[in-house]
């Protein structure tokens, strides 16, 4: 006798459609799914209807969410990028949807006749036709965006995802010449190092890049599982109850991974993406939360606590991944430990209980944000990953 096949979750998506939509573009510094998996199945509580994370980045814990069949998935993140990769990932369309869509796309890719700006910078990585087409893309998919249509919106969402990763990169079908795939490199070093290289810029059809990152990615049916009910905005994590004023003391459980000080130089990193979409790193960087001193970074750890403390009920559970970081101190170097700092300002609002802190050692090239091992007595020392797991309880009399 054969036993009946177990059918998906309401909203659940399977694993293999969540590794193929993980590689819906990179992004500097973001948790692995396999982390963030492991995570959900160790502290995910046993009532979790609504999710949150603050730092969503590329989207990839709102998709172990959906994996996990959370019903109500929420993100936020100041990086435009970050948002269009985190709503594409949650809305989970399949490739036969978006095939009509890019062909659409290609007939009025054709008849436009804009002539954009090319910047040298950018000319440095893609060639001026090439630019030009994703420029001309871009905007016919904000127009999109903007449409009362949702499911124009959903494969505009998807399609401008799909260009951001193909963007930049090293694979067959990135738009430039061969470089860094999570973070788009300095002009300078580029051109120098493609000189030397002698790296030629290639000739790309835009749309046919897109198309084949689609077929690496999305699943080829046309039948998705249902959504959750879900939000991805724009917005800081120290204006988390601005951002989402519906969820005081709704959410469930919270697991992010905030900035480890100013380790990451996140808007630089995504330089090249940002002008795509009509931005300019040097304007929008101060949004970010990025800085290298321990003294700003603890008011503001503090200021993000009790957003969480306001978001979170009684008994939810935060969990958060902080990586230790070299301080970049010519005269005494040392090392900072951003969980421990994150740790003292959640105790600080008297409603968090710290149940847990996990310390794991891996090595250099296995860390999410690639630290570079000290050497000391010929012997390296490794920088640590910190997971903090907190409860959220009654404030203490």
């Not at 990179?26 to 492991?38: K, W």
């Not at 090293?170 to 795939?181: D, G, K, M, R």
Request: hydrophobic share 40%; charged share 25%.
């Amino acid at each position: 006798m054969t036993r009946p096949r177990r059918l998906a979750r309401l909203g659940s998506i399977s694993k293999i459609d969540a590794d193929a939509l993980d590689r819906l573009g990179a992004r500097s510094a973001s948790l692995p799914l396999r982390v963030t998996r492991r995570l959900f199945k160790k502290f995910k509580p046993r009532r979790a209807d609504v999710f949150l994370d603050p730092f969503c980045g590329k989207g990839t814990s709102l998709l172990a969410a959906r994996e996990a069949d959370i019903r109500s998935i929420y993100g936020c993140d100041v990086g435009p990028d970050a948002i269009i990769f985190s709503g594409s990932r949650i809305r989970s369309l399949g490739l036969a949807a978006l095939r009509p869509y890019l062909e659409d796309l290609r007939r009025r890719l054709a008849a436009s006749t804009s002539v954009p700006r090319i910047p040298s910078k950018v000319r440095v990585f893609l060639l001026p036709r090439v630019a030009r087409d994703a420029v001309v893309l871009r905007k016919a998919l904000a127009r999109d965006l903007m449409s009362n249509d949702r499911a124009q919106r959903d494969l505009a969402m998807t399609t401008m995802a799909l260009l951001l990763a193909v963007l930049h990169g090293h694979a067959e079908h990135s738009l430039s010449l061969p470089c860094a795939h999570s973070f788009a490199m300095a002009p300078g070093y580029v051109q120098k190092y493609a000189g030397d290289a002698q790296l030629r810029r290639p000739r790309r059809d835009v749309l046919a890049s897109i198309e084949a990152k689609a077929l690496s990615c999305l699943t080829v049916s046309n039948v998705a599982p249902p959504r959750p009910t879900w939000q991805v905005r724009q917005g800081s994590a120290l204006s988390l109850l601005k951002v989402f004023p519906r969820l005081k003391n709704k959410v469930d459980f919270i697991l992010t991974s905030p900035p480890y000080l100013s380790a990451q130089t996140y808007a630089k990193d995504a330089w090249l993406r940002l002008w795509l979409l009509g931005h300019d790193y040097r304007e929008i960087r101060p949004t970010y939360l990025e800085t290298g001193s321990v003294t700003k970074y603890s008011a503001e750890m503090n200021n993000w606590a009790h957003q969480c403390a306001g978001a979170l009920r009684i008994g939810g559970r935060l969990v958060v991944v902080a990586g230790d970081v070299r301080s970049k101190s010519v005269v005494k170097p040392r090392t900072i430990r951003t969980a421990d700092l994150i740790a003292a300002q959640l105790r600080l609002t008297g409603v968090f209980r710290i149940d847990q802190m996990i310390v794991q050692r891996p090595r250099s090239s296995r860390r999410y944000l690639n630290g570079i091992p000290s050497v000391r007595k010929k012997r390296p020392s490794f920088l640590a990953e910190r997971v903090i797991v907190a409860t959220r309880i009654k404030r203490r009399s």
